[in-house]
């Protein structure tokens, strides 16, 4: 504490990133990273986007990579932001629409970053537990309130939602915004983005960093009706105008049309996830049905913290989070063929 | 306007970054970037960090960075910050130490986002005005506030400050933090980075948009007292905990590196500057003493207005703020020896 601190500041419980240690080279199952490398043709792009015009501000607006999205998503530029990682739009869209007079709805387990948006800007968070099965239920989502967010899939429990269920929520409140953080959306469940044309409370967020292996880039981007674009934009330039550099604004653009790439990779990544859930309920552990790039699993028999240290000591790190109702799990990152292989022998030999 | 706006966003007045047209080559005088490239060292290490680890999040505390500056600096890697550009820093910085019950205070005449930021944040700048030759009387910055922000040099005057009135400011607001936003120090003024162990109220500003040319790369970074460091990183890890990406944080860690560059280019500037400035006065302008990569002139018996859109005609960009005080001034930024006698050139004959 510091008497030269703002009360805000004080007060602030800020985020915990997942831990980054480098005491020794260990199996990475913790982040969420892609364990594939980004495309070639972003790899090529950034290349050459390493030049003297690094000496020019890059273009605020971000024209070329908004009309790329545009294309891609079948909408037009004036329906896309794009901001410095998912994260710098989420905190944008907490100030842009959610108003602090009014408490905003989000699952009682999920991104954990939502409760420290709320304590910045003086939001009230009113969470919406999750059923036994950790599932959502959208009924729920109603009554006088200041917006929702949801992440689709939801975080750490990995499990989807149904496009039917996130149009019920958009119908149901329509006087606010629904925010659909869709970070893991493209590892299985479906995308939001389809109903932008038809409802202008939607807003729907999605990054680089995990399907298109650019988390090292700090690229995220967001789809909605033009007037919630607007509004992140207003939010935006009233915080930094120049939010992405010149290399990430090449690379993306180059990731987003690389199509083929995206769906080879994203393909390799389900299939190991199928293969080591199926792995893992054989010996016993209770799998949730993901539709992420990771599981989220608990054993019956044996302790999450327990198995979360040994793991460690044998230079596998995956997440725990010491949270209600979710103490007794374990968030597993999908990695290689081989980097699953040392997990479920390490995990086989630890729960025997 | 919409509905679905917060109250904040729907009051916000935006900044509105220099133009960047694309309708045909300008001699672009006009967003103070640096006319020579950036340091071999760094493009190098940039092009070395386009590579598979980019599928990896970057390391959220920058250390390598930070150590690197807190080196060259003579400080405690504790008393470094790094952000986003300097802009991203300012609007963390008034989050952090200004508190929205008093008044924030700077300059009538200054670098116009810090109003963007108080009205983000509900702030109520006061502004203390310029003496009839741009100067900063620093008796003035007393009384019941919430803090200081000052350029130095002051933009877009390009008026220096002398480190013994920083000091008397520091002095006389001792329970106040004193920003001294230092984006174009390097180009002639004194840093008041020697300060920051004396003083536990100062945090300065700086970044490697203009004297390092990387304005393409956004990275800035900020010294002061550890309490002042922890508390920009509080508000940080409340808004986005990766900020800058892996090929930022190592061409940042280069450009800092190749001082005899640094050196080499700013000096070049510095010549420039000196040089043109001479000419202008011999035409009949009035040049405020710059200590910046840019002139502000005046001409009696030319209207600024008019000579920015004849030259922009011309081909040339400079800065024309229609503001109070001000708008007969042009801000012209410091370019190549060929492209200033291009601008000088043009105003001869636009003002005879």
Chains 1, 2 share one sequence.
């Not at 915990?16 to 260990?26: A, S």
């Not at 309130?145 to 992440?151: D, K, L, M, S, T």
């Not at 081989?338 to 729960?351: C, I, S, Y």
Request: glycine share 6%.
């Amino acid at each position: 504490m510091s008497k030269y601190w703002s009360p805000l500041t004080a007060s602030l419980e800020p985020y915990v990133p997942g831990e980054q240690p480098k005491d020794k080279k260990y199996i990475k199952l913790n982040t969420n990273e892609n364990p594939y490398p980004p495309s070639p043709l972003a790899i090529a792009a950034m290349t050459d986007a390493i030049n003297e015009d690094l000496r020019l501000y890059p273009d605020p607006n971000c024209d070329v990579l908004v009309q790329t999205l545009a294309q891609h998503a079948g909408l037009s530029p004036k329906q896309v932001f794009v901001g410095n990682g998912s994260d710098e739009i989420l905190a944008f869209a907490f100030a842009s629409f959610f108003d602090p007079g009014k408490p905003v709805l989000f699952p009682d387990v999920t991104y954990s970053f939502y409760k420290v948006y709320s304590k910045f800007y003086g939001i009230t968070p009113k969470l919406i537990p999750l059923d036994d099965q950790f599932n959502i239920n959208v009924e729920q989502y109603t009554g006088d309130h200041g917006g929702i967010i949801i992440p689709n899939p939801n975080a750490p429990t990995a499990m989807p939602l149904l496009l039917e269920d996130v149009e019920q929520l958009l119908k149901n409140n329509a006087d606010q915004v629904v925010i659909i953080d869709e970070a893991y959306v493209d590892f299985g469940a479906e995308s939001a983005v389809t109903l932008v044309n038809s409802y202008s409370n939607l807003l729907v967020i999605q990054t680089l960093s995990k399907s298109r292996s650019l988390a090292g880039l700090r690229v995220g981007y967001a789809f909605g009706s033009e007037e919630l674009i607007e509004g992140l934009n207003r939010t935006k330039n009233s915080f930094n105008s120049y939010t992405i550099d010149r290399v990430a604004l090449a690379g993306a653009v180059a990731a987003i049309e690389d199509q083929a790439y995206f769906r080879e990779m994203t393909a390799k990544v389900v299939a190991t996830r199928e293969r080591v859930a199926e792995t893992l309920e054989s010996l016993g552990f209770i799998v949730t049905p993901s539709k992420a790039n990771f599981l989220f699993i608990s054993h019956p028999s044996f302790a999450a913290k327990q198995l979360f240290e040994q793991l460690r000591e044998q230079g596998v790190l995956v997440r725990y989070f010491a949270s209600p109702r979710i103490d007794n799990f374990l968030r597993v990152s999908i990695g290689t063929d081989g980097e699953m292989d040392v997990f479920l022998q390490l995990v086989k030999q630890l729960t025997h």
